[in-house]
Each structure stands twice: as C-alpha cells, then as structure tokens.
C-alpha cells in the first residue's frame, strides 16, 4: 500500500498496463492528470479536435491489438470524443477513453462543463467506470483494459471526478482481478468442432466467409492454412478484408454492397458457409431473410450474443477464432490429406471469376480511383497499412486496392464514421511508425479532420493522404443519380479548399497530381518524405462505384451499371 493522489494513481497504473502514448486535449476537469503526465515516460499527442483523439487511440489499439488510449476533459471535450467511442465500438477496436468529469459534490447540479458522459457512452462501451474515491483507481484501470482487449474487444470509458483526481489516499495496485460475470469464452466445444469438421468433409460447394474477427485474434496463418488444407474459397465481410491474401489463387475479396461481383454471386451458391468472426451484417449479406436459405452456416465466434443475432446457424461455435481454427485444422488434418485443386466447384469458381472480369468498367478519363488505387499498390509494399475513410473512396478501396499481407487494413466499417480514416491512420503510425501508412480519403470525408495535419508534423507522424477528390459528397451524389433521379442537394463541394494549401499551412506536403505520371512522381516522394503528405487527385465527380447491391435487396440483385 502506497500514498498517492488518484492521478498519480491512474498514470502509474496505465503505466502498468504498458500504456506508452495518450492522444488528447487538457482542460479544466483533467488538469490534476495532465500534470502528473509530466512526471511519467508516457507520450502525450495533442490533438486539434477530441473526435481524432479517439480515432488515433483506435487506430493505434487496431494495430497493436492493444486498448489506445485516449484523454478528455469533461462537457465538451468527453462529448467530442463520443463519435469516435462510437466508431470503436461498433468495429470491436479495444480503447480506453478517460474523461475528467466535475468533482463529485458538483454532479447532477448542471456545474460548468458537466455532463452525465457515463450516461451518454453506456450504449457503446462495453463498460462504464466512475471511481468515487482515488483508491478504486488501480482496480478500475487493470478492469478496464481487461475489459477492453478481452473477449470481443471495445471501448471502456473511466470517468474521474477532479477532486478524485486530486484526492490523496493509500492505494494498492492489484495483480489480478476478477470481473463477476464476465469471462470470456476462449476455448470452443470440441463436440462443436467435430459437427464442423462433418459437414465441412460433406460439402460440395463449401466457402469461407472471413470476418473482423479473424483480425481480432490474429488467425491469418489458421484461416490460410484451413482454406489450403480443403481448398476452400474465401470470401470477406468488408471489416475482414485482408485477413486472407487478397491475391491468393482463393481469394474472391470482400462481398456486400460494395462487394466484389463474383464473391456476391459465388457465396450464395454454396452449400456449406464458414463464417468466422463475423455478424452477418445488412451491409455484407443484404436481405437477412433471404440469404443463406439454401445452404447449411457454421459460424465460428467469440461473442455468444451473435450467435443467431442476424442469421439462425446450423452449427454455432463460440470460441476465440485462432484458437477454434486451430482445433478445427488439428480435426480435420486427422481426418483428411490435403485436397487438389480440380474439383467441379473449384472449376466453377475460376469460370464466373472469368465472366465478372467485364463488370469492372473503368470511368473514360486519364485519371480515375480505380487507376489510381492500382498505381498505389503498385507503388506500395505490402507491409504497408492502409485506412479509408467513408464513401466512394472506401468503396473503391474495397473493389479496386488488394490487401496483400494480412492485417495491414482497417476502416470504419460499422459505423461508417466520415473523419475516422486520417487520425487512425496516425494512431497506426505511432503504432507502427516503421512503415508506411496510408489513409485513402474523399474530399469531404478528409475535411472532417484534416486538422490533424498539425498532429502529423509536431509529433512526427508523416502518413500519406490519398486524396481522390472528387468536389463533392460523391457517394451521397451517386445514391440521389441512382435512386432520386439526379435531384442533386447538399452535396457540392466546389467551394474548396485548397487541399495542397491546407497542407502546406500546416508545414506537411502538398501534392497535386493531374496525370497518371504525376500520380505516379506523388506517390514516389511521398513515401520518401520524412511529413505527412497529402496527394490531391482530382476525379469526374460522375465516376459511380459499381458493382453495388442497393440498401434493403439481396445479393443476387447486384447492379452492375448506371
Ligand atoms: C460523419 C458522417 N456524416 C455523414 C455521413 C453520410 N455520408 C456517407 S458517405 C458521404 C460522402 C462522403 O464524401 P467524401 O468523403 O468526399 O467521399 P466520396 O464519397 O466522394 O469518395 C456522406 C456524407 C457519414 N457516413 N459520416
């Protein structure tokens, strides 16, 4: 047992935890623990907006598989911080968001910047603390990151008092703890596996379906070595992308909306479905009803809760993803050699990947995504990360841009949080800030946030912005082309600005790259440039993302042009 106020409690118990690098604003309610942050070896990044202090967080938890850490005073800056608490939540990022809240004597009294954060956060966080005394602290903080990167990761929020901040108490710093109610389960039922493994030996038409999960548990090397051994086809939900080469000869990339037109055609011509760590979302399968009829669902996943939350399965397997694809390789391996590759359905899958090549158009241009997100990967190595940010630029990214190692992508894929691409991308950077880091953005997506531009170049951290602007909210414009016969409202952005400009007020790099040899030059100093840089590339406002299955259709109702 130690003498020591709740701030020195809470930053030597992060410190605990191994926490080297916040990202946040001070104000008023935090002060007592910013000032015990200059006393600690932690980084601190400060953000222009608390909106990218969690983005970041999120973005460094993505990558390190670790919760982020993000700091907030209370009112305003714990608010601002809400859509990116949102935005973890709803991609199962593990983050540890810590706002100052008044002192206790002030709460529920309408005091200067309060609000009831906790009340506010309960419905995405997977759990809310508010320590009423500063000896509660250790425990708070070793359960919230327990609860943040357990199970089916999310964000937490632990909300201080100042005066518990400031409070001076004896405090002990626990080395276990025990949630009650809580515990995860890692571990599948093997009765389970074995039903698994029996109709997986039945199936004719067998497919994977890769989701977030397998990010989650790091199951890249399970899931490839799964595939191979039956020489099963992959596809992904879109949060899955990359978790399986996206040049493997079985790969069939991500399917959905936005899916790629032979994955969306091929998944629901299988007779037996592999989900792994995935929740069968409306924006993966389309029309919950209508998916999946005809064939037999194993669903391999961590969180009882989406067991038959979106889709009745046929055998459930709750357990982490690598270690129940691990008991299902190690099954099967006793039961099976390694199957070749000509069998009819196999031969099937290769035919319609033939026959979809022609669904893929290109806009009539010099310079357009889809050739621009090929001169990317071109130009990019494959250990490189790659974010987006939300619309067509996401879109395009899941149609046109290979995801080659495993893990090297991520994106709001849940929440579909406009802003999120570019401060992620920095929290992946100071993450990982050895390679290469590159946030694929729209126009108006990167003008949420572009005011991490600052972050970027006083904390070092020069990731690239691929810039595809198109002068407009260019997904919200295809969809009024689409579905509201060009009434076009609220969508033109033609006012600017100048986004080399924005750049280089900032000290970063400003490129505009107007040909496909510009493009090429851009992308090449940019990986060498020791700032951020953001590369403009103006498109036709009218180039639609296509192959598309409209909200509320199922995936046989792709369309496949204007
Ligand atoms: C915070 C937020 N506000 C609004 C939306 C709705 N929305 C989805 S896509 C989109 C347009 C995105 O435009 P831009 O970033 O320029 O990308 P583009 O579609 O042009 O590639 C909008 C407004 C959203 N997803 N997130």
Known sequence: MV????????????????TTIVFGMPGGANLPMYDELTRSNIRHVLVRHEQSAAHMADGYGRIKRKPGVCFATSGPG???????????????APMVAITGQVPRAMIGR?????????????????????PRSAAEIPEIVKKGFYLAESG????????????????VSDVTFPELIRIRGYSPHVDPDIDQVARAVELLLKAERPMIMAGGGVHISCA??????????????????????GAFPENHPLALGPIGMHGHAEANKLIIESDVLLAIGARFSDRSVGKFDEFGQAMKIIHIDIDPAEIGKNKQVDVPVVGDVRASLRALVKMLTKRVAKKGGDCPWLKHINEVRESMKSVYKDHPREITAKKSL???????????????????????TSLFFDIIQPGTFFSSTGLGTMGFGFPASIGAKAAKPEVPVVDIAGDGSFNMTE?????????????????????????????????????YI?????????????AEAYSAQGIRAQSMDELDKAIRTALKSDVATVIDIPIDPEEDVFPFVAPGTGLKDMITAA
């Not at 714990?78 to 199962?92: F, H, P, R």
């Not at 090929?374 to 974010?387: D, H, N």
């Not at 609220?490 to 924005?502: R, T």
């Open 3 to 18: 003498e020591m106020s709740g701030s020195q409690a809470l930053i030597h118990a992060l410190e605990k935890e191994g």
């Open 78 to 92: 714990a608010t601002n911080l809400v859509t990116g608490i949102g935005t973890a939540y709803m991609d199962s």
């Open 110 to 130: 309408d005091a200067f910047q309060e609000c009831d954060i906790i009340g506010i956060c309960t419905g995405i966080t997977k759990y809310c603390f508010q």
């Open 152 to 167: 089916r990761p999310g964000p937490v929020l632990i909300d201080i008092p100042k005066d518990v901040q400031q409070e």
């Open 220 to 241: 890249f090397h399970e899931l490839q070595a799964l595939a191979e051994l039956l020489m099963i086809p992959v596809v992904t939900t879109f949060k899955g992308k």
């Open 374 to 396: 090929k001169k990317l990967r071109e130009l990019l190595p494959s250990e490189a990360i790659v974010t987006t940010e939300v619309g067509q630029c996401q879109m395009w």
């Open 451 to 487: 005011n991490s531009l600052a972050v970027t170049v006083n904390d070092n951290l020069p990731v690239i912005v691929f810039l595809m602007n198109n002068q407009s909210l260019g997904m919200v414009a295809q969809w009024q082309r689409l579905f509201y016969n060009r009434r």
């Open 490 to 502: 609220g969508i033109d952005l033609k006012g600017g600005p100048d986004f080399v400009k924005i």
